[in-house]
């Protein structure tokens, strides 16, 4: 799944490169598409049925499932972009999020980085519980805690993490707040993906006509940062980071491991 993860990270790497105002989300689809397949890849979005985009990019109160489209992003945007990548028969599936600049708006510009920042965050805090986990559900208590320590924010519940192999989604569920259940053992072999989902509001969302875009019921910002994390027999190792996670796990004392 290296390799997957690797066209995964150059996808969303020249994305954030062509992500500024004026760009569409139409233009960062194509890109992404050809960096994949200039990878040996395709894009396992567009295996899911009824979708033909490499990316989902979501907009403001849009929350994940955006469909990309010609509308040029605005200064003060806070923009989540969603990519993955099949090679050989395997998957990597990751987000990120980022807030475009806009002098004219600070105050707005601030509290979205800040959301951004403190989603990703909670996806670190999160791949840092399942490195030292014994059971699944510990990574979603991690990110509930994270979350709750932050501010006033709320964790969608309606989406969660997924595990991911020879198909994006898998069992099992990986979620992003505690449940009352311990979830499967932590061991060797497990792959998931993990992509906390927060708002700045409330947690209600609904389906745009488009009947793929998950937007917040009160037009609350929203952010989105996933990376699909391996567990293997030496430690974790983040496969759609491009340094296996080494500088997001620092701030938790966790050093990943490559797969040997
Ligand atoms: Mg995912």
Redesign the pocket.
């Given at each position: 799944m290296s390799a997957a993860g690797f066209a995964t990270a150059a996808a969303l790497a020249e994305t954030r490169r062509l992500l500024v105002p004026g760009a569409t989300p139409l233009e960062l689809d194509a890109a992404a598409e050809r960096v994949i397949r200039g990878l040996g890849g395709r894009p396992n979005f567009q295996l899911v049925p009824g979708y033909r985009h490499t990316l989902c990019v979501s907009v403001d109160d849009d929350v994940v499932h955006g469909i990309p489209s010609e509308r040029a992003f605005r200064p003060g945007d806070i923009v989540s972009v969603?990519g993955g990548a099949e090679v050989d028969g395997w998957n990597g599936?990751a987000a990120f999020t980022v807030v475009l600049p806009d002098p004219a708006r600070p105050e707005v510009v601030a509290a979205r980085e800040t959301l951004s920042a403190v989603t990703e965050s909670a996806l670190w805090r999160g791949i840092a519980a399942l490195a030292g986990a014994r059971h699944l559900n510990e990574v979603g208590a991690a990110i509930e805690d994270h979350i709750r320590s932050a501010g006033d924010y709320g964790i969608l519940t309606e989406y969660v993490?997924?595990g991911i192999g020879r198909t994006m989604h898998e069992e099992p569920p990986v979620f992003n707040y505690r449940v009352d259940r311990r979830g499967p053992a932590v061991k060797p072999g497990l792959v998931v993906?993990i992509?906390p989902m927060i708002v700045a509001g409330a947690v209600e969302t609904f389906l745009r006509d488009d009947e793929w875009t998950v937007t917040t019921a009160d037009g609350a910002d929203s952010a989105h940062w996933?990376h699909s994390v391996a567990v293997h027999a030496e430690g974790i190792w983040v496969l759609t980071a491009e340094d296996g996670g080494v500088a997001g796990l620092a701030p938790f004392g966790v050093v990943p491991v490559p797969i040997p």
């Amino acid at each position: 799944m290296s390799a997957a993860g690797f066209a995964t990270a150059a996808a969303l790497a020249e994305t954030r490169r062509l992500l500024v105002p004026g760009a569409t989300p139409l233009e960062l689809d194509a890109a992404a598409e050809r960096v994949i397949r200039g990878l040996g890849g395709r894009p396992n979005f567009q295996l899911v049925p009824g979708y033909r985009h490499t990316l989902c990019v979501s907009v403001d109160d849009d929350v994940v499932h955006g469909i990309p489209s010609e509308r040029a992003f605005r200064p003060g945007d806070i923009v989540s972009v969603d990519g993955g990548a099949e090679v050989d028969g395997w998957n990597g599936d990751a987000a990120f999020t980022v807030v475009l600049p806009d002098p004219a708006r600070p105050e707005v510009v601030a509290a979205r980085e800040t959301l951004s920042a403190v989603t990703e965050s909670a996806l670190w805090r999160g791949i840092a519980a399942l490195a030292g986990a014994r059971h699944l559900n510990e990574v979603g208590a991690a990110i509930e805690d994270h979350i709750r320590s932050a501010g006033d924010y709320g964790i969608l519940t309606e989406y969660v993490g997924h595990g991911i192999g020879r198909t994006m989604h898998e069992e099992p569920p990986v979620f992003n707040y505690r449940v009352d259940r311990r979830g499967p053992a932590v061991k060797p072999g497990l792959v998931v993906a993990i992509e906390p989902m927060i708002v700045a509001g409330a947690v209600e969302t609904f389906l745009r006509d488009d009947e793929w875009t998950v937007t917040t019921a009160d037009g609350a910002d929203s952010a989105h940062w996933e990376h699909s994390v391996a567990v293997h027999a030496e430690g974790i190792w983040v496969l759609t980071a491009e340094d296996g996670g080494v500088a997001g796990l620092a701030p938790f004392g966790v050093v990943p491991v490559p797969i040997p």
